[in-house]
């Protein structure tokens, strides 16, 4: 595909698993005990670390991947079956467990005590938002195809930004039958997306034996 529709791809995949909109009650909940200027210096920290966080896995996965002996068919497959459990509570309107545990406590003292754990890693960066960057990065091969990768995360952090610093006004204006519709949606989406990258993983594994 060409650098647009690639761009597009990466996009609209990394903000899908990202699910900022997903996220907007989650998110709420955790930051609304804080004054309103805290909530959006808490939602700033946690983009720039989950930014962060895929940069440094699309930058070093393949590193990462070859220490660990691993193929990035095996990834494919492995990733896809994650995104596809993840699309699967999307479908069904629900958080997924990978990105919260109902135990996780907020301590008010201290923002940096959401801002990293929780929000960051798993909320934002989680393992489906990891795969998704490792996968794009495998796509990529050439040095203007990673750095198309590098802006699809910039943009896809960067709206997500905008939506979770909204989260006050679309929790007012927005009930939560239609947060939970465009949940579903973006959950279909993702499944799609997911099944094609394990067929493409388990395609590559059969081209090992001819």
């Known amino acids: 595909m060409d650098l647009f529709n690639f761009y597009l791809y990466g996009f609209v995949s990394l903000f899908i698993t990202i699910d900022p909109i997903g996220l907007i009650p989650i998110v709420h909940s955790l930051i609304y005990p804080y004054p309103e200027e805290q909530r959006f210096k808490i939602i700033k920290k946690a983009i720039i670390s989950s930014t962060i966080v895929l940069l440094l896995f699309a930058i070093f996965g393949n590193y990462i991947f070859g220490y660990f002996g691993i193929t990035i068919d095996a990834f ?27 135990d996780e406590k907020l301590d008010v003292r201290d923002i940096d005590s959401v801002v990293y754990v929780p929000l960051a890693v ?6 489906g938002a990891i795969t998704t960057t490792m996968i794009l990065v495998s796509k990529a091969h050439t040095l203007l195809e990673k750095m198309v990768v590098v802006f699809s995360i910039l943009s896809a952090m960067f709206v997500s930004a905008i939506i979770l610093s909204l989260s ?9 039958y239609g947060i939970n ?3 579903r949606i973006m959950g279909l989406l993702l499944a799609a997306i997911s099944v094609q990258i394990i067929f493409t993983g388990i395609f590559g594994f059969f081209k090992l034996f001819k």
């Open 122 to 127: 798993p909320l934002i960066s989680g393992p």
């Open 181 to 183: 519709a465009f949940v």
């Open 76 to 102: 494919r497959v492995a990733g896809g079956l994650l995104l596809f459990k993840i699309s699967w509570d999307m479908l069904h309107a629900e958080i997924p467990k990978t990105k919260h545990k109902p």
């Open 168 to 176: 006050d006004f679309i929790i007012r204006r927005v009930n939560i």
